[in-house]
């Protein structure tokens, strides 16, 4: 069974800083998504990362997958209070023709950013 | 392009009625899955279809089911609802399996 560990679970900051939520996991991953999501709603989709080292950045939000493909981050630079919300992160097994589709979800880590 | 829509949004029932939940996944994607979601063990997969066909199933009780018809919609059924099953119900669509997917906004399900 592939597991996700993902940290901090809750984050309350002050706007303008930066932080800092990590993914972790002792499986490997053919690709990681990260998703936003907001109260009683789904979870919306902000980056798929897919090679080891690979870095992407989405305007203040900078995206990292580990070179073993086992673990990721996410950084939000000078953080707003849009940035409210649940983070989730995601991977897809590796072995594709038994996992299908099938995501395996962290926890997620609710930010809030106190304006 | 219109995104994944799931019907109900909201649904109150008694436990031991069975339910059933719509998905209509975006225009020219196949591929559907059903995540169930709650506070104390996040998001759980139940089940992905592709073409009609059950891809793959979760740790899930055979109380949960799931079809697709030919216009990729889907519906999931859970009979014999417990209260243990109140949850949050996604839907997520994809091109065709292993490509990204893209959630719904959820149907709320209590189970009283």
Not at chain 2, 24 to 53: A, N
Not at chain 2, 65 to 78: H, Y
Request: charged residues 15%; glycine residues 10%.
């Amino acid at each position: 069974t592939q597991l996700l560990e993902q940290s901090p679970q809750f984050l309350s900051i002050q706007e303008g800083e930066n932080l800092t939520v990590y993914c972790n996991s002792s499986s490997v991953f053919s690709s990681l998504q990260w998703y936003r999501q907001e109260p009683g709603e789904g979870p919306v989709l902000l980056v798929t990362v897919v090679t080891g080292g690979e870095v992407k950045k989405l305007k203040r939000l900078t995206f990292q997958f580990g070179d073993a493909r086992k673990d990721s981050s996410l950084h939000i630079t000078a953080a707003q209070p849009g940035d409210t919300g649940l983070y989730l992160c995601a991977g897809a097994g590796v072995e594709q023709e038994t996992s299908g589709s099938r995501l395996t979800f962290g926890e997620g880590t609710q930010l809030t950013v106190n304006p | 392009k219109a995104g994944v829509t799931q019907t109900p949004r909201y649904l109150i029932k008694t436990r031991g009625q069975q339910v059933t939940l719509s998905c209509s996944p975006i225009s020219g994607h196949r591929s559907v899955s059903w995540y169930q979601q709650t506070p104390g063990q996040g998001l759980q997969f139940l089940f992905e279809y592709f073409s009609e066909t059950q891809r793959n199933k979760g740790n899930f009780p055979g109380r949960f089911s799931g079809r697709q018809f030919s216009n990729s919609r889907s519906e999931m059924n859970v009979s014999t609802l417990e209260l243990g099953d109140s949850a949050l119900y996604l839907c997520a669509s994809s091109f065709r399996p292993h490509y990204e997917q893209y959630f719904g906004p959820g149907t709320r399900l209590t189970v009283t």
